[in-house]
């Protein structure tokens, strides 16, 4: 289809927003219902196969690599296409949603890459929808600044040259927009996301010098991979623009998805960009998929769980070897710690960790790294300066003595730390927490010196069931207690207690606190596992 024949509209259901006219224009909205008719079959179908392959992971407690695409793999004549400039230095990237305060500080961070988020750090309110494309346009127009309400402070954007490079993430292939419909069905909120940002900047990033970048999250298989560079061929044809402007970088933070590293890349090689190691999702993905597996898949605490646990470790060395192989970056995990204004020794010794890492993953062939504060931006530069020198990245690094077995990726038991009471507290807090947070319309939070999002609020509610469902057990005040029901509500009680003793009545009454409460509950006591903690959240979220 050409641009010069539009699809009927998507149709807006929600209260009109400031400029939302510059964003849902007729042309942008006849773009999204055309990606929804021609693709969200697909994206049925393939969240069907999702169910099934869960199921089959229930029933063999297993997962192996893909013996159809074995020739794939066997295959080393093929390579990824070559980065663009603007994508070839990637050694640090900042992450954070697209507020207009966060748009203007990321794109200044000093960090190579800003993950612009419209996923696990944003709660999809219409607003953060409409309004984050709207910042992102204004920032490419240099058309943007802030101004702090309470502290009065300016915030404006630096010169172009210094600015960083966007990469944006759409939602997951699961999660829906209520408030744009086609044929009176709600859209995908992936598609939805993809297609405002791509329809709106696609040509203004390419005379910028730079391109339309994506992050795509909770990919599961090669054949979602293959669904998303159908959209994107689509999309560049559609909007005239050349093939191979769109670049992309695949999240492999689900266990399903380690196994099909390689695949993914083919499906996507015209448009890939690299993969990125995501810690929690990863850890959630393994609880989900291996929930009923028995003692053996049972996580400890998950700060216990660092990426230097032996299976932690085959993920990401299997990463960086996959995507050196094949000419794509590998980006490593997130640093997530949040600098206190307060507490000096609380910073030191958390930069000494947040600097260990970093020396890791240049060390292990990263070409690159996530970090969550600006502040963290030069740590991780350090790092990374001292392994690259003057070089982009390390992809020459081809780690060819890494060796990674099926098993390897599944050795959860190697782990010899063990649930603790703490961390159960740890998981009902941070649960809590973020979802009052979340259902005020704020997807990234600072929660005890660190940043949280969907996804540590995932890790935290499915370790919650994962133990009560496996039985175990752990010790409070010198006594072993079995972790159960009672036991989580009783935590939980704790914790509303306590939030309304640190913040008093009124704030606490104004707030979401009992809402999330009860909402965490329901997610980790519920026998039947809800797949994703933000779908029953989405159905309570406000505007």
């Known amino acids: 289809m050409s641009a010069s024949v539009p699809s009927p509209a998507a149709v807006v259901d929600a209260e009109p927003l400031p400029r939302q006219d510059e964003v849902l224009t ?6 999204v219902a055309e990606l929804h008719r021609r693709f969200t079959p697909r994206r049925d179908e393939l969240l069907a196969l999702r169910a099934e392959r869960r199921a089959e992971i229930a029933r063999t407690c297993t997962l192996d690599f893909l013996p159809e695409t074995a ?98 993430r759409p939602r ?17 909120g992936a598609l939805v996301d993809f297609g405002l940002y791509f329809f709106h900047n696609a040509r203004r990033l390419l005379d910028l010098g730079k391109g339309p970048y994506f992050y795509l999250p909770k990919t599961e298989s090669h054949l979602e991979a293959r669904l998303w560079n159908d959209v994107f061929v689509f999309a560049q044809d559609h909007v005239g623009v050349p093939q191979g402007s769109v670049r992309a970088t695949v999240l492999i933070e689900t266990i ?82 949040i600098p206190s204004r307060r507490d000096a020794e609380v910073n030191k010794v958390a930069f000494e960790k947040v600097r260990a890492d970093k020396d890791r993953e240049a060390g292990d062939g990263f070409d690159g790294s996530w970090v969550a504060h600006p502040d963290l931006v030069p740590i991780a ?37 063990r649930p603790t009471y703490a961390g159960l507290v740890n998981a009902v807090q941070v649960g809590i927490r973020y979802i009052e947070a979340w259902l005020r319309g704020l997807g990234a939070v600072a929660i005890f010196n660190l940043m949280e999002d969907a996804a540590t609020a995932e890790i935290s509610r499915s370790q919650i069931w994962q133990w009560i469902n ?51 509950l329901t997610v980790a006591l519920d026998e039947d596992y809800a797949d994703f903690l933000t779908l029953p959240a989405y159905e309570q979220l406000t505007g």
């Open 71 to 168: 020739a794939i793999r066997a295959d080393d004549s093929w390579k990824v296409a070559p980065a663009p400039a603007a994508l070839d230095d990637r050694r640090v990237e900042i992450t954070g949603p697209t507020d207009r305060k966060m748009t203007v500080n990321a794109l200044n961070s000093g960090a190579k890459v800003w993950l612009a988020d419209f996923e696990d750090a944003s709660a999809p309110t219409w607003e953060n929808v409409v309004l984050g494309q709207l910042n992102l346009i204004d920032a490419y127009r240099q058309n943007i600044d802030f101004t702090d309400p309470v502290s009065g402070k300016s915030y404006a954007l630096r010169p172009a040259q210094e600015l960083a490079t966007v990469v944006m």
């Open 256 to 337: 399903t998805a380690a196994y099909e590293m390689e695949e993914i890349l083919y499906e996507l090689r015209d448009h890939a960009s690299g993969l990125n190691a995501g810690r929690w999702d990863y850890l959630f993905s393994i609880v989900k998929n291996f929930r009923d597996g028995g003692p053996r898949f049972v996580l400890p605490d998950r700060n216990a769980v660092t990426m230097t646990a032996p299976f932690m470790r085959a993920y990401t060395e299997l990463l960086v070897r996959t995507c050196h192989k094949r000419g794509a970056h590998a980006i490593g995990g997130m640093a997530a710690f």
């Open 26 to 31: 007729d042309a942008a909205l006849a773009f």
């Open 470 to 520: 496996a039985g175990v057990e752990v010790e409070r005040d010198g006594t072993t207690v079995r972790v159960t029901p009672e036991l989580t509500r009783e935590v939980a009680a704790t914790e509303l207690a306590a939030v309304r003793a640190e913040i008093g009545e009124e704030a606490f009454t104004a707030g979401h606190w009992q809402q999330a409460h009860d909402l965490l």
């Open 172 to 188: 997951g292939w699961h999660l829906d927009e209520r408030h744009l419909k086609v044929d009176g069905r709600a859209v995908p």
């Open 381 to 417: 530069m350090e790092s990374f300066d001292r392994v690259l020198g003057d070089r982009p990245h390390q992809k020459d690094r081809l780690r060819e003595d890494v060796d990674v077995k099926a098993a390897d990726l599944l050795a959860v038991d190697s782990l010899q730390a």
